[in-house]
């Protein structure tokens, strides 16, 4: 009878990909490598790319199966329904059973969009996760583009994310649109400020970009319910679009607070990514709430989690004492705007130029290259 550990990854997340790339430093510490997804990995960085045009769907992804199993892991295909503790044991939704000895979760964020009536049961709202949706929303409007058609896209949220999608949908227009012909793009934000997150003066310029882009930013717009085409908004305003995408910011799978462990829109863990509640449970990235510290989420951070979790399953394995993550106070944030600009941001500095897309095409191609099986 074998007694090799058993190290189990639901979800094929940014910090996820890393382990299964240096599957082999635990097989070192005497333990196997399983990797549970439904299948198919997209980058979050070159979403909005794809969005607009400028890469193919294709090449916004990464197999997982391909890269564990590449470096002597395993893959099994499948969502997890439910997570039996005590006998440590993994139940999938088709029935399957897995064992573990180490759990680690990297299954990333969604939208909550049943918060505006109405969407979640209408085809044509589209929130901005799985980043599969963005695909196909891409098909949906090139299409009508290509036949001459401009139906209103209305973008809800003007964080970060939806400033690029308008972005890249009025890119997405210019590409495949007759000349003349451009869909109205308005942008809804709920409050006074654009993309809070950045330094006032990047504020103040992407607004100008925007507008300069032909989308149509509109202040203190709290959408409410979607009905016969149109938004409503909490003060009755009424505003068309055949089309709704939903970029109100990413929250946790909900699932996640049904495992009897400690969740705080997120698993809660301690600064060696560990579950509070259950020595044997790590979660990483967007689906993990690290105590004491409110992370953006952002792929970044997943990333720089990465080395720490491998770390700490090696040193898991082995009896050893658990690095700690030390969350970077700033990062480089780059938002293509689907012009051939880009908006660079990194604390209060900021760059809005040519340079800026450049660099960012450049670390994500390096990024998705890193995990592509030749």
Not at 123 to 131: D, F, H, L
Not at 153 to 175: D, K
């Amino acid at each position: 009878m074998s007694t090799q550990a058993k190290v189990v990854l639901v979800g094929a997340g940014h910090a996820h990909l890393h382990v299964v790339a240096h599957a082999d430093a635990l097989a070192e510490a005497g333990a196997s490598v399983t990797l549970v997804d439904p299948g198919t990995f997209w980058y979050s960085g070159r979403a909005t790319g794809m969005l607009g045009g400028r890469f193919a769907p294709e090449d916004d992804q990464i197999d997982p199966r391909a890269v564990v199993e590449n470096h002597g892991g395993a893959f099994v295909a499948g969502h997890v329904e439910t997570v039996d503790r005590e006998r440590q044991r993994l139940h999938l939704a088709d029935g399957q059973t897995l064992a573990y000895d180490w759990l680690s979760f990297n299954v990333g964020s969604g939208v909550n969009s049943s918060a505006i009536d109405g969407c979640t049961a209408e085809a044509n709202c589209w929130p901005v996760k799985p980043i599969a949706n963005l695909a196909s929303l891409r098909a949906t409007l090139s299409q009508a583009f290509v036949a001459g058609d401009a139906p209103p896209v209305a973008v809800i949220g003007g964080g970060n994310t939806g400033c690029e999608i308008a972005a890249n949908i009025a890119a997405l227009a210019r590409r495949h649109a007759p000349t003349g012909t451009r869909p109205a793009i308005p942008l809804l934000q709920s409050g006074e400020t654009l993309a809070p997150s950045l330094p006032s003066g990047a504020r103040k310029r992407l607004a100008e970009k925007l507008t300069a882009l032909g989308i149509e930013i509109q202040y203190n717009r709290r959408v409410t319910e979607r009905r016969d085409g149109e938004l409503i908004c909490d003060d009755g305003q009424r505003i068309a679009a055949a089309h709704v995408v939903i970029a109100t910011g990413l929250v946790a799978p909900p699932w996640l607070a049904n495992l009897d462990l400690a969740f705080d829109d997120g698993l809660v863990v301690d600064d060696t990514l560990r579950s509070v509640d259950d020595p044997q449970v790590f979660a990483v990235g967007d689906c993990a709430h690290i105590r004491g510290h409110a992370l953006a989420r952002l792929g970044v951070f997943g990333v720089r989690q990465a080395p720490v979790l491998l770390a700490n399953l090696r040193a898991s394995l082995r009896g050893q004492t658990l690095d700690r993550y030390d969350p970077q106070s700033k990062w480089l944030s780059i938002l293509d705007l689907g012009d051939g600009t880009g908006l660079a941001t990194r604390g209060q500095r900021w760059w809005l130029g040519r340079t800026s897309v450049w660099l960012k095409h450049w670390l994500d191609r390096r990024f998705i290259e890193s995990y592509r099986v030749s």
